[in-house]
């Protein structure tokens, strides 16, 4: 057993369901479900973003209800040069300090102990490490976490509720973009005229990390450019089940 597996993460307080787990939002619009979560949570809810361009329009929304809403990015380290170009422009925007949640092994300890590029032999753990175990930690102390995840997305995310439990991190999962569109998340862009990453418009159309995204071509789904030659679609943020085993 190596370093890694020895670390324990810090378990959420709010280990069980509350009340409100039954809260019945699916017919909320999104402002009417951000605008129940920020009442109902007051300073324990965040938004966590990828920066893609559902991430901005939470994060405009957002904003209109609770000024400067606490925003973090889980920062793999690995991220292209323009989301990082994009996070500062976000902060200016609306006055705010998003936060960088890191991993707690830089990519040098990582290649050390795992090997180079673990993202090539193995994504699922390099996820783990990069991204689930940190979210993890991130949410210990929080009572809600806010997503920008439409339910066609994915298979994974075809069941998604705009109010739920989320039982992966024991903590309440909001997200009010859950029945939006694609195209109805643009026209919310074009007509609020928001910055978003310069990928899109080069056929990055979902954006992860450097080593595991690549543009789409015409007629492939949004998402088939991200870990090209593996299965994997999920990070496990939104997968319910336990994580990639560690070795
Ligand atoms: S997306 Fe790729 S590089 Fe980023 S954490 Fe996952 S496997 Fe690693």
Same mark, same amino acid.
């Given at each position: 057993?190596?370093?890694?597996?020895?670390?324990?993460?810090?378990e959420s307080s709010?280990?069980?369901?509350?009340?409100?787990?039954?809260v019945d939002g699916s017919g909320w619009s999104a402002r009417k479900v951000l605008r129940w979560a920020y009442r109902t949570y007051e300073d324990g809810i965040a938004i966590a973003?990828?920066?893609?361009?559902?991430?901005?329009?939470?994060?405009?929304?957002?904003?209109?209800?609770?000024?400067?809403?606490?925003?973090?990015?889980?920062?793999?380290s690995f991220l292209f040069p323009e989301t990082y170009r994009l996070i500062e422009q976000v902060e200016a925007r609306y006055g705010i300090s998003v936060q960088r949640v890191l991993p707690a092994l830089c990519p040098e300890a990582q290649a050390k102990?795992?090997?180079?590029? *673990?993202?090539?032999?193995? &994504? +699922?753990?390099?996820? !783990?490490?990069?991204?689930?175990?940190p979210l993890q930690r991130q949410l210990a102390d929080l009572r809600?976490?806010?997503?920008?995840?439409?339910?066609?997305?994915?298979?994974?995310?075809s069941h998604?509720?705009?109010?739920?439990?989320?039982?992966?991190?024991?903590?309440?999962?909001?997200?009010?973009?859950?029945?939006?569109?694609?195209?109805?998340v643009w026209r919310y862009v074009r007509k609020r005229k928001l910055p978003y990453n310069p990928l899109h418009d080069r056929n990055y159309p979902s954006i992860g990390c450097?080593?595991?995204?690549?543009?789409?071509?015409?007629?492939?789904n949004p998402r088939a450019g991200r870990w090209p030659g593996f299965q994997k679609t999920?990070?496990? *943020?939104?997968?319910?089940? &336990? +994580?990639?085993?560690? !070795?």
């Open positions: 057993m190596n370093e890694f597996v020895e670390i324990k993460c810090s709010a280990a069980t369901p509350p009340e409100h787990a039954e973003s990828a920066f893609g361009v559902e991430g901005i329009v939470l994060i405009d929304m957002a904003a209109q209800i609770r000024p400067q809403p606490r925003v973090f990015v889980l920062d793999t102990l795992y090997g180079a590029e *673990l993202w090539n032999h193995d &994504p +699922d753990l390099c996820c !783990h490490i990069r991204k689930v175990e809600a976490w806010v997503t920008s995840i439409r339910r066609d997305q994915t298979q994974d995310r998604t509720r705009k109010v739920t439990w989320d039982p992966k991190f024991r903590i309440m999962k909001i997200n009010p973009l859950a029945d939006w569109s694609g195209e109805r450097v080593h595991c995204t690549r543009s789409v071509k015409p007629g492939e999920e990070c496990g *943020l939104h997968t319910p089940g &336990p +994580d990639a085993p560690l !070795h």
